[in-house]
Every structure is written in structure tokens, then in C-alpha cells.
């Protein structure tokens, strides 16, 4: 059998870029050789293409070394169905035949890049321009999962002007609807950036001013005392979760930056004790939200579960989630039988198929 020629690509301009790097090292070293030539392109914090062709533990020193690698990019012409490598002797071309975004947040996981793959006529991993857009835009998929009859948290959206500011009445709104604690989110953005948790109007307004930054439109939610509930989409047009469903066990207040990345506290429940009927309900809430979505590929959905009354609220949806080799999505789909070889064998499979 020939072997295919997948384009691992990592990186970016996104607050998650680092995450990227540990997933993308994940990804390279899990890929069957036998079955894959493996080629590279690794994207600067400042947005610049190279060809990477170090070993899969120099990736995350790749913004560091990056001078030592050629331009690269992928070329949006059909003809050329892949890679072209500007080096010093000349254009080279890679031809691809599907390409792993191991990328996560804006520019990675919203449907920019997808966009060009679509361009360029090469399958890729994961959801497509519309899918990844819904699902980045948390504002977007809040309407997306109402429209599912899925159970939410209630939200207020807030629209700042460049400068950060918004119509305070939306103040009084927030209180009304949501009360406090509640929760400020950038409405684009990933891996707990810019986000807190207000208690009073004070805290809400730093809130507001810590996540304008990081997206014109923000999202304010109602706070849930909540276990924490993750789960495995794979699939195009028949998609299933996996059996085994994960809770976190942050070891901050909430799952935030830190806790996510560097804490090696928090931990992570397989399966998560709780009932079979709330994992089947988990599981089919899952479904419905990536269906409605319009997800493919893989996605990881992520929950709420009531810790007093057991209600269980979707979150939100992860379209290229974290695959580092201690991420839930791939940890997941071990414990349900699919180690991450044949993982990544699947989703190339589902990204040709589609
Ligand atoms: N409404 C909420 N109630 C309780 N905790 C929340 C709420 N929203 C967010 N959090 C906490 O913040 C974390 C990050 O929020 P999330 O919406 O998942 O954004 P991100 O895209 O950054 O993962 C969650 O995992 C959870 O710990
Ligand atoms: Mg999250």
C-alpha cells in the first residue's frame, strides 16, 4: 500500500499557540510511519510559515529556531495540491494528501485555516469552515444549542466598541437575568484566556475590561456550581461518542489557564462517577450538539453537571481539542478501546471520506 502524505500543521497566531506545540509533538509521534510520509509546517506566534523538519521534541522550540527552516505554504492552487517550500535553491513542491491542523483557537480551530484547505481541494481533520466557526464563537453556539432544545446555562452577550467600552445598561441586564457569581468570557477565544468569574458589579466590570481585549463580543454567564464533564465526538455524517465519558477535577477555583497546563493537580476522572443514565443522557446531549453544529471529524463536548440537583448543562464544544498524550480526548477514546494511532487513522480516514 502507498503510504499517504499528511501535512501535520501547528502553531499560529492564537493565544493557545503553545498548546498547539505539545499537541502537534503528540500527533507526530503517534502517527503511524508505516502508513504516513510525515511533513511539517510549523506557523510563528507572528504568523510566519516553515517548512519544520526537526525531530517531533524540537517542536516546541520551533518559534525559537525557526530561522533555520525554509519558507513554506500551502498553496491555495489545486494544481499544486499541497506544500511550496521557498528555499535558497529555488520553489519546491510537497503534494499532500490530507493535512492535521494540530492547532488550537483562533486562526487554528475557527475555520480560517479550513478555509484555505478547502481552497486548495485537500482533506483535513476535524470540522469544516462552518462548524469550527459556530463552535468558536461561544456567543454563535450558545444560540446553535438553544435551537437543539439542549440545556444551557443562561448568557447575556456584551458588545464593547474598539476601545472596550459597552452600554452600561447591560449591567443592570446581566444582574437581572444572571445575578452573581457569574462568569465573563471573550466570546472567541479558547484554553480559559481572559476569562473570570464576577461577584459583584466591581468584578464584573474588571471582567468586561480583562476580556475586551480579546474579543469585541463577550459573553457573561451565569455561574453553575458545577462538576466538570467532558466527552468524545468522532464521525462525519454518522458520528459517535465514546462510551467512556470524563470528568475534571480542576485543582484551582475553576478550570482556568493554569489549572489546565501547568497545575499537575487537577485530575482527570475515567469514567467519571456518575450514573448511567446521565452518561447516556451526556452522550446523546453530545451527539445532538454536534449534529446541530454542523461538526465532523472530531470534537470534544463539554458539560456541566449540577453538583447540588445533578442537572446537567452543555458548555461548550471543542472542535480540535487538546491531544497532548495526557489530554481527555484522546484519553477517552484509549479507555473505550481506540488507542491513538488508530485514533489518528480514523479521523485521516473520516477527513478523506468526507
Ligand atoms: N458558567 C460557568 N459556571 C461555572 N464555571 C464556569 C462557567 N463558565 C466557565 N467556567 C469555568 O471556566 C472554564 C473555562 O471556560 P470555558 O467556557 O470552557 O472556556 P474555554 O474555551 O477557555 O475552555 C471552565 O472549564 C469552567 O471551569
Ligand atoms: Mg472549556
Redesign the pocket.
Known amino acids: 500500500m502507498n503510504k499517504l502524505d499528511i501535512c501535520v500543521i501547528f502553531g499560529g497566531v492564537s493565544s493557545e499557540h503553545s498548546v498547539s506545540l505539545v499537541s502537534a509533538t503528540t500527533v507526530i509521534k503517534s502517527l503511524d510511519k508505516s502508513k504516513y510520509n510525515i511533513h511539517m509546517i510549523g506557523i510563528t506566534k507572528e504568523g510566519e510559515w516553515r517548512l519544520f523538519t526537526g525531530e517531533a521534541d524540537e517542536v516546541i522550540d520551533f518559534d525559537r529556531d525557526c530561522n533555520k527552516y525554509a519558507h513554506a505554504i500551502i498553496s491555495p492552487d489545486r494544481s499544486d495540491r499541497g506544500i511550496i517550500v521557498l528555499s535558497n535553491d529555488g520553489i519546491q513542491k510537497i503534494k499532500i494528501d490530507a493535512a492535521i491542523p494540530a492547532m488550537h ?1 483562533r486562526n487554528g480551530e475557527d475555520g480560517t485555516i479550513q478555509g484555505l484547505f478547502e481552497l486548495a481541494g485537500i482533506p483535513y481533520v476535524g470540522p469544516g469552515v462552518i462548524g469550527s466557526a459556530i463552535c468558536m464563537d ?1 456567543c454563535v453556539a450558545k444560540i446553535m444549542f438553544k435551537a437543539a432544545g439542549i440545556p444551557q ?1 443562561n ?1 447575556v452577550e456584551v458588545r464593547t466598541d474598539s476601545n472596550g467600552n459597552y452600554d452600561e445598561s447591560k449591567l443592570d441586564e446581566i444582574e437581572e437575568k444572571l445575578g452573581y ?3 465573563v ?1 471573550p466570546s472567541n ?7 473570570s ?1 464576577a461577584s459583584n458589579r466591581d468584578e464584573l466590570k474588571a471582567g468586561l475590561a480583562a476580556a475586551a481585549p480579546h474579543d469585541r463580543k463577550i ?1 457573561v ?6 462538576r ?1 464533564i467532558e466527552s468524545a465526538v468522532l464521525g462525519n455524517e454518522n458520528p459517535v461518542c465514546a462510551d467512556i465519558i470524563g470528568e ?1 477535577v ?1 485543582a ?6 493554569d ?2 497546563y501547568a497545575d499537575e493537580n487537577s485530575k482527570l476522572l475515567m469514567p467519571a462517577p456518575i450514573s448511567a443514565e446521565a452518561t447516556e443522557r451526556i452522550r446523546n446531549y453530545a451527539l445532538a450538539a454536534y449534529k446541530i453544529c454542523e461538526c465532523k471529524g472530531l470534537s470534544r463536548v ?1 458539560f ?1 453537571m449540577d453538583k447540588e440537583t445533578g442537572e446537567i ?1 452543555l ?2 464544544i ?1 472542535t480540535l481539542p487538546g491531544f497532548t498524550s495526557i489530554s481527555m480526548y484522546p484519553k477517552l477514546w484509549e479507555k473505550s478501546g481506540v488507542e491513538i494511532s488508530a485514533l489518528l487513522d480514523k479521523l485521516i480516514e473520516c477527513a478523506m471520506a468526507d
Not at 477565544?189 to 476569562?195: D, E, K, P, T
Open positions: 483557537g461561544k446555562a448568557w457569581p457569574c462568569f468570557k477565544a479558547g484554553s480559559s484566556v481572559g476569562i468569574k459573553l454567564e451565569e455561574a453553575v456550581n458545577a466538570e475534571i480542576p484551582a477555583e475553576f478550570y482556568d489557564y489549572a489546565k463539554d456541566f448543562k458548555n461548550e471543542n
